[in-house]
């Protein structure tokens, strides 16, 4: 039975592990990377389109995104939905392609990033503990209905904790990662 709670316990904490990996990845650092791209959705023709779907995006020179649209009427559409976007980064457009040129960041704005960093780090660690506490309150109800021991509470109690503090290191060394790269010159 419990063994049942932990495996599901495990498997939602592994999720918010990768959710917060996957927010980390469109976090902008002093580098440029497609995924900043992945959120920002261009009309095309009427529909809310992600870059990535109508471009080739990639990486040339140390700081420079380059997108190059496969229809090149969709060049505008890009470039105002990269000016909406919260990416703060003027395109330039050359009638061809965007390129996206990124400055080196100043150590303010590197600290401003590793502070969001930190937050989605927390964010992560509390959706950790919120599991842990609703896996045990399941457990409870199992004890006081006597499906499983007091004893198997207990020991359940520790593994679920074992569970939680493992998940909770991933999380740290996913921001310790993640201020190293924004950190780096």
Same mark, same amino acid.
């Given at each position: 039975? !419990?063994?049942? /709670? ?5 498997? %939602?904490?592994k999720?918010?592990? #990768?959710?917060?990996? #996957?927010?980390?990845?469109?976090? %902008? ?19 809310? !389109?992600?870059i ?8 040339? #020179?140390? %700081?420079? /995104? ?5 229809? +090149?009427?969709?060049?505008?559409n890009?470039? +105002? ?8 980064? !003027?395109? /330039? ?8 040129n ?22 992560g ?13 399941e457990? %409870? &109800?199992?004890?006081? =209905?006597?499906?499983?021991? &007091?004893?198997?509470?207990?020991? $359940?109690? &520790? =593994? ?24 780096? $010159?």
């Amino acid at each position: 039975m !419990t063994s049942n /709670l932990l495996k599901e316990a495990e498997k %939602r904490m592994k999720k918010s592990v #990768e959710k917060i990996a #996957e927010e980390y990845s469109h976090l %902008r650092t002093g580098r440029p990377s497609p995924a900043l791209l992945e959120t920002v959705k261009v009309d095309y023709y009427g529909v809310p !389109t992600p870059i990535n779907q109508m471009a080739t995006i990639s990486v040339t #020179e140390e %700081r420079t /995104l380059l997108i190059k649209p496969w229809d +090149k009427t969709a060049l505008g559409n890009i470039e +105002k939905a990269i000016l909406k976007s919260n990416l703060d980064i !003027t395109p /330039l457009n050359d009638g061809n392609v965007i390129k996206l040129n990124f400055p080196i960041p100043t150590t303010e704005q590197r600290e401003k990033w590793v502070k969001i960093s930190k937050e989605i780090s927390e964010n992560g660690k509390i959706a950790i503990r919120n599991i842990r506490r609703d896996i045990i309150k399941e457990a %409870r &109800e199992l004890e006081k =209905d006597k499906q499983i021991t &007091e004893d198997d509470l207990a020991k $359940f109690q &520790e =593994d679920i904790q074992d569970l939680t503090d493992r998940y909770v290191e991933e999380m740290d060394a996913l921001f310790a990662r993640k201020e190293k790269e924004i950190m780096e $010159f």
